[in-house]
């Protein structure tokens, strides 16, 4: 895409829900900046807004129409201004977003990022309003790779290995919104980490609904190892692990490869064998106890964070004092927790036993009131230890210390100096608060 003229073009990304967007709206951006595009931060400053999108729940889809209604006023003020909206609600509402919002100019679903600056010239050309939400088969590494100044400066970074998802849980719009289970080939994940670590990135976090099903020419576990071996990456994570698909191979990885970060996101969903059931997850509490307590004897450094949705349809009292009761015997380092919300499509929201919202909500607060003791307790816990952590650059709260994550993925800032952005850094944790903890740096 050539420049239409000689001032520079801007765009504004806002970015909703996962990770998966996060990289994707990255991705946007490289591909925009490739084609002459840059980046404001100012939505009043830009010639392109993209709005990308999450649909999981039902709030997070609202946000989407409050949000791109806001635009209108901006687009009244300037009609050359391109409007579109991608991700997970452009897939699911495909071009009838143009019929309820007029504004808008151009609808992207999840395969078709690639086609954004195409898509985009053929406003600007005139050739009227478009949407693109066809699904495509192939993973093209051209589609996936990153290289933007969007990850200038940085220190760590996400890298997709797959996009979709097979296992269609019942409450579940993911199978729907991003099509399929397909993994990047090996040697295109490998070529890429390469390339990040060379323009100074330090941990990468691999990225998929279900990384432990990838299959990309070699085993998850080799891909880690691969990946753990390239010069310059200091420390891999991945998200997400599906609890059935957690191979005793991967658990003991954890002891082979010293860059495998000790923190794992394990989402249980419930803890009533019943409702695990009924959510088609595929596994009992037994089964995820046991994988739990492996991880725990093994590394009883790791920590473990977890997702619960409350309110699924037909869940009883009894069956949230069984996830209450989980929670309190797990004792997760962290957690996101959820109102049930029914989707379209899916097969929960049409079984007939739906949670009244009051007690959704109910169960809700209970739920959270539990996990923000344990998660206190946890990173209290942490005071006096001495760990390592990757220092990421200035806090956002006071710019003269430095943040950055230990191993086990808790937030430490500490006082630094700045050239020490992008190391491993012996920090002495001193104080513990909800969310972070403080600490000093070791000489
Ligand atoms: N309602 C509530 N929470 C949901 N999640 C996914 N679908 C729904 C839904 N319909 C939650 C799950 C998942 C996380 C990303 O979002 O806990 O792990
Ligand atoms: Fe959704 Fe289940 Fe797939 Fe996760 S594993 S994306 S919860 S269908």
């Known amino acids: 895409m050539e420049s239409t003229s000689s001032r520079d073009r801007y765009v ?70 391109v409007i579109g909206i991608s991700g997970c609600v452009a897939q699911q509402a495909g071009a009838s977003l143009l019929k309820r919002m007029p504004h808008v100019d151009m609808v992207v679903g999840t395969h078709n990022i690639h086609r954004i600056p195409a898509l985009v010239n053929e406003v600007l050309a005139g050739q009227g309003r478009v949407a693109s939400t066809e699904f495509d088969e192939a993973i093209h590494t051209e589609k996936y790779s990153v290289n933007s100044t969007a990850l200038k400066g940085k220190v760590k970074c996400f890298v997709n290995i797959m996009r979709g998802c097979d296992n269609f849980c019942t409450y579940c719009i993911v199978p729907y919104v991003r099509g399929r289970e397909v993994s990047r080939p090996a040697g295109d994940i490998l070529g890429e ?11 990468v976090t691999l990225l998929g609904q279900n990384v432990n099903s990838y299959d990309g020419e070699v085993t998850f576990p080799e891909l880690l190892r691969r990946v753990s071996a390239i010069d310059g990456i200091d ?32 989402p249980v ?100 009131s539990i996990q923000k003791d344990i998660t206190l307790k946890k990173n209290t816990a942490m005071v006096g230890r001495t760990v390592k952590v990757l220092a990421e650059g200035p806090s956002k709260a006071d ?31 001193t104080e513990a608060y909800a969310n972070s903890l403080r600490g000093i740096c070791r000489a």
């Open 269 to 368: 969903q419930s803890g009533s064998d019943r409702v695990l059931e009924r959510m088609r997850r595929g596994y009992t509490v037994s089964d995820y106890v046991a994988k739990v307590r492996m991880l725990r004897d093994l590394y009883p450094d790791m920590a473990i964070t977890t997702d619960v949705i409350v309110g699924f349809p037909g869940e009883s009292d009894d069956d949230f004092e069984d996830t209450l009761s989980l929670v309190s015997e797990v004792e997760y380092d962290g957690m996101f927790s959820f109102k049930y919300s029914p989707r379209p499509e899916t097969e929960a929201a049409g079984y007939p036993d739906q949670v009244p919202d009051e007690t959704r909500q109910e169960r809700l607060e209970r739920l959270q």
């Open 193 to 203: 980490v390469r390339a990040l670590a060379e323009n100074g990135i330090r941990e």
């Open 12 to 81: 504004f990304i806002e970015t909703f829900g996962c990770q998966m967007n996060d990289n994707d709206s990255i991705r946007m951006m490289a591909l925009l900046e490739a084609n002459s595009y840059r980046k404001t931060d100012r939505p009043e400053e830009a010639d392109l807004i993209l709005v990308n999108t999450c649909s999981v729940r039902d709030k997070a889809e609202q946000k989407v129409y409050s949000t791109v209604g806001r635009y209108k006023s901006l687009k009244e003020a300037k009609p050359e201004l």
């Open 235 to 266: 420390r891999v994570r991945f998200v997400t692990s599906h609890p059935k698909d957690l191979s005793e191979e991967l658990i003991h990885l954890f002891g082979e490869v010293p860059e495998l970060a000790r923190s794992m996101h394990l």
């Open 399 to 429: 710019a003269s210390e430095l943040t950055g994550r230990t191993s086990c993925n808790r937030v430490v800032n500490f006082p630094g100096d700045a050239a020490l952005k992008g190391s491993m850094v012996d920090v002495l944790i």
